[in-house]
């Protein structure tokens, strides 16, 4: 199991750079539904309709976690030690997913290399 990354995940879907190495994850993985947002907004930016986004990530067998109230909290502790990286609450949140259930995350966010949180990250490119 890993913890994808809003990063990972549009590298996949829209092929670019590093998809192959999302594409070996895609079904033993996890996304927060901070991510998914995520997401989901990059296809509403673009003028696809949210809804059916929405649909065809829930149809894989990536699987969506609830951003819980344990989660909102483990996502705040982490700002103190990334706030100079500049991560952004999608990027703490999928951190935290992955610290909760002790697995790796998978992003295309090189600042993630210098990340200190007890998180092993992978880079797709």
Known sequence: ?????ASALLAFLFRERGHEQVAGHIDDCCLSTVNLSEVIGRFAR???????????????N????????SHAALTAALLPQTRALGLSLADRACLALALSRDIPALTADKVWEQTDVGVETILIR
């Open 1 to 5: 199991m890993i913890a994808l990354d």
């Open 46 to 60: 673009d003028g696809h309709d949210a809804q059916v986004a929405l649909q065809k990530i829930t149809a894989t």
């Open 62 to 69: 990536i699987e969506i976690v609830s951003f819980s109230a």
